[in-house]
């Protein structure tokens, strides 16, 4: 008959191979609920940082400076490229 200890041991193996089972499942779909609601709130217009709505005239001032790249080669649809 197994006395206290063994018992412990037991249920400690028990727990700590549960424990690794479903440890990743939980990480996973914690990870997946917080990407879902930064998606929600993305598509709402809320800032992830304070939780509040953007302020348009804000949005208005962000400005996208697109420059050329030079000396790159061109890529044709075969998966080749060349100098251009």
Do not use: F, W, Y
Not at 18 to 24: D, Q
């Amino acid at each position: 008959m197994p006395n206290a200890l063994e018992t412990a041991l037991n249920v400690l193996i028990s727990l700590t191979l549960l424990a690794l089972l479903l440890g990743p499942e939980i990480v996973g779909h914690l990870r997946e609920r917080r990407i879902d609601r930064q998606l929600r709130d993305a598509e709402r217009g809320i800032r992830p940082s304070d939780g509040t709505l953007p302020d348009k005239a804000a949005e208005k001032e962000i400005a996208v400076h697109l420059t050329p790249v030079a000396d790159r080669p061109a890529c044709r649809g075969d998966d080749t490229c060349t100098a251009a």
